[in-house]
């Protein structure tokens, strides 16, 4: 190939991550599934998916996992804190940027970068995520397979939550029908 081709087809890979939004996928994956295990495998292992729990290594900086027989790694990695203040100095911004790198099997199948910036107002802070700019992307069944294990997460959380609060509903239920006179 040459080096123009070689430009193209990293770009059209680059296009195909974003348009299957590989970066957000894993990023939802890592702090809104994962990571959540880092409390959760000390304190509430039911919430953890069974299909993952026995393969399941859990910590701030990595989480690896095997799903199928296929040993999946989630690396996340802070860059430098900056901070920014402004106004009379009660309101200050810090900004970490962030690289995320996943690997299927061993193999480095996507890395991307991003910033996670913390808004401390006077009132509370105020979060952000900005996507930033792909470094890695190998396609493969890893892509399907791991939009498939968010929403087994998240149904697996909601089921359990759901049975837990089972009793408090049918009680509201109770209290309903007497205060609507039903």
């Known amino acids: ?17 974003m348009d299957l939004r590989l970066r957000e ?13 880092v409390k959760e495998i000390k304190t509430d292992p039911e919430l953890i998916l069974p299909e993952i729990k026995d393969g399941l290594e859990v910590s ?3 989480i690896a996992f095997t799903l199928n027989s296929t040993k999946y790694v989630l690396n996340y990695t802070k860059g430098k804190e900056e901070k920014d203040r402004w106004g009379s100095g009660s ?3 810090t900004t970490t940027p962030v690289s995320i790198t996943f690997s299927v099997d061993d193999a480095r199948v ?6 996670r910036c913390v808004t401390y107002g006077r009132d509370f802070p105020s979060f952000n995520e900005t996507m930033g700019e792909i470094e890695a992307f190998i396609e493969g069944a890893w892509v399907d397979e791991i ?20 009793p408090r509903a049918a009680e509201k239920l109770r209290a309903d029908i007497k205060n609507f006179g039903l």
């Open 60 to 62: 701030e900086e990595r």
């Open 91 to 93: 309101d200050e911004m």
């Open 110 to 115: 996507f890395r991307f970068k991003m910033k």
């Open 25 to 37: 996928s894993l990023w939802e994956l890592y702090y809104y599934g994962l990571h959540s295990y």
């Open 1 to 17: 190939m040459e080096p123009e081709e070689i430009r193209a087809e990293i770009e059209r890979r680059k296009k195909r991550a």
């Open 147 to 166: 939009a498939g294990l968010k929403q087994k997460i998240r149904a697996h959380k909601d089921e359990i939550r759901t049975r837990r609060n089972a």
